[in-house]
């Protein structure tokens, strides 16, 4: 298999190169590259010359016309449509960092505020208004009632962004730009910042949406929905399309959120693979962003529960993964012998009664020549409408992008549909044009039990109701995870947020189901993802922004890992892999006590470590460093609010931590470490001092944690422990993972 894949990519990469060296210039083998170029220019015309100079050097006198965007309010760099040889020639040219092909980002797709323990009373700070939240996602429908602008006053000073022609921004929403470099607008896309997706209206209205009472979907969830700042500004950077969301275009929304002035950058999009830092849009625009003190909160990504599946992995960034949050909805399904099963979607539909039941396998268009091993899987044409129309059907798989159950069943006259589900992605099943259930294969086949236990088989799929799982919360199964595929001595992800069902503003426009005609319009919608918890992160950083607006992105980031509530390895036995630090904790998070923080300086250090050389980093940052052997460290001395350990079994760990810790509580205290141990015999973790004597705010006081052991066996791939500075009225914990290779 694996042998057969890298023959189909060899062969394909000996058809591109001979093309290449015959027509080398020919169009078509032309694609978008991003050069990145490092600190922002000095000044913007010398830098444009430079852009055109550069590609007119390896693409002749008229190169000019491959020229896509221009990156210079923040960073420097450009895009162009350039040959394979071509980016090769640029990234060899003085002042060029890296050149990397343009790759496609996905879209990683409210009691959940009160469920985090932060109430709508909540006091607020009368600043709050002059924040900004910087959305790069899909868009935005600026007519929901989550972006009103009813109250507001006009946009904060400092605010430099600018709003589209003819788009309608308000005092909330104060800028709102799109960018397309390539220019290949699908038919459906809105060539403006206006959002036909869904996504980016749900986003923006999680982080910073207006409080709007009697939100609800379709009836479900009925209650107030609102963002974790509501009277934040909104910035909207749309990059998504119908094509998914490039590279060169996320690079322009950084370069110019960074320069319009956002507070906050909240991301919702992952599920890339990255290989190096500096070669991809989000790490490059986030380090630019933090050093202009902009924190960056992104998804984790929704490549989960594969180990090292986590797509957001830059130390300046904050990587949210995505949890289950109380009450959950489930969709039962009452038999006529009175047996329930409890399934799972978003079913807002009442049907009136009892209805026949057959399961799909029993019921085959034997006149097209089917059989019941083919119709059980409710294939197109398979089913004999006349023995489905007005019944319930029992299908023996779950829609996917290639099959369409609900349409199949639907046309065929269906009134629902019970699917069966055999895979560990149950979080996620949401709406459908019809009353429908996704049950697992014991439940499944329980049902098919009963249909042959009876003549005439009846059921009831009921509207999804709210249940209380006392195994809430934990991590969802598709939320990705750790280990860091980068650099395995950085946690990821950081952080959970609420990510499941998550209910928020959505476009008129915008389908609420992948069922093609399914014209259903909602205001507020009922979504799942990494991308739903991100915008949870990026409203409390802002929330904790309007009380401390001078501290760094890295005291923010702090501040939310080390007062996380801790989560349970029993149910994510991936642990910190999972879930970071633990669940949000918004009400604690405002209050640390002490900050891990960190500075352009010790990231260049980190990128040392990193094996970037000394060159490439003076221009990445404009800092200039003499030489990276003077800084080396190791990125474990990042820092950081975690502790990692990666070591092999049998092997001797001998591991020590430097970290220096920054008084933002009381003036004078005294905090004393606690230490609960992993369930490692013979490790010895030992604090040292294991007191911190404060004597006034700000002061840093800085410590070492030694880890010694022989690991002979591990039990678990990942045993975890933590260190607790406590002040009686502060907790500041951070986890302490040791773990062996998958
Ligand atoms: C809200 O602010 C008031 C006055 O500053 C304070 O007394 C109270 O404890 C605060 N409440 C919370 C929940 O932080
Ligand atoms: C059902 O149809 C499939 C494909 O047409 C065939 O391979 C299979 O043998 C059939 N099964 C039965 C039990 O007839
Ligand atoms: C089957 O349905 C008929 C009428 O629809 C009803 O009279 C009968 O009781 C049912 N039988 C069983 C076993 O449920
Ligand atoms: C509660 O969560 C656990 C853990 O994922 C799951 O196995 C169980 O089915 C859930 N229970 C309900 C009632 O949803
Ligand atoms: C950097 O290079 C050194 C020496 O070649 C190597 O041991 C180390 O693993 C590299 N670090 C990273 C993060 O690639
Ligand atoms: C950078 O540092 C080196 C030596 O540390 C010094 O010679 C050089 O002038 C500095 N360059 C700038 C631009 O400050
Ligand atoms: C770590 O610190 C301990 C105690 O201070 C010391 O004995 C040990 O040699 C140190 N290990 C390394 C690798 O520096």
Known sequence: MANQVSLVLNLCCLVLLLSNSTQADSDDNRKVYVVYMGQKPRDDVSASSLHLSMLQQVAGRDGGKYMLQRYTKSFHGFSARLSQEEAQKISGMEGVVSVFPSRKYKLATTRSWDFLGFPLTVNRSTTESDIIIGVIDSGIWPESASFSDLGYGPPPAKWKGICEANFPCNNKIIGAQYFKGDGAYDPKDLQSPRDSDGHGTHTASTAAGNIVTNANQLGLRSGTARGGVPRARIAVYKVCWKDGCSDNDIFSAFDTAIADGVDIISISLGSKTLEQLFQDSIPIGSFHAMMNGILTVQAAGNEGPRPQSVTSVAPWVLSVAAGTKNPDLITPVRLGNNMVVDGVSINPFTLDGMYPLVYAGDVPNAKAGFNGSISRFCFRNSLDKNLVKGKIILCDQISTEEVSIEEVVMSDGAV????????????????????VSVVNSDQATNIIRYIRSTR????????????????????????????????????????????????????????????????????????????????????????????????????IKSALMTTASVMSAQINPDAEFAYGAGYLNPMKAMRPGLVYDADEVDYVTFLCQQNYSTQPIRIITGVNISSCSNLMKQTKDLNYPTFVIPTMRSEAIDTNFTRTVTNVGSATSTYRALITQPRVSGLRIQVEPSVLQFEEYGQKLSFKVSVQATI????????????TWDDGVHQVRSPIVVHVPW
Do not use: Q
């Open 416 to 435: 629902g549909s019970v699917m069966r589900y055999g895979g560990p992605y149950f979080e996620l099943f949401g709406s459908y044009p019809l009353p």
């Open 456 to 555: 005439n088989a009846t059921a009831i799929i009921m509207k999804s109701e709210d249940v209380t799982n006392s195994s809430s919360p934990y991590v969802a199964s598709f939320s990705s995870r750790g280990p860091n595929p980068i650099d395995k001595n950085i946690l990821k992800p950081d952080l959970t947020a609420p990510g499941v069902k998550i209910l928020a503003a959505w476009p008129p426009v915008a389908p609420i189901s992948e069922v093609e005609g399914d014209r259903r319009a909602v205001p507020f919608n009922m979504i799942s993802g990494t991308s739903m918890a991100c915008p949870h992160v990026s409203g409390i950083a802002a929330y904790i922004k309007t009380f401390n607006p001078a501290w760094s992105p890295a005291a």
């Open 712 to 723: 002979e066996k591990l039990d678990n791939p990942i045993v975890s422990g933590g260190l």
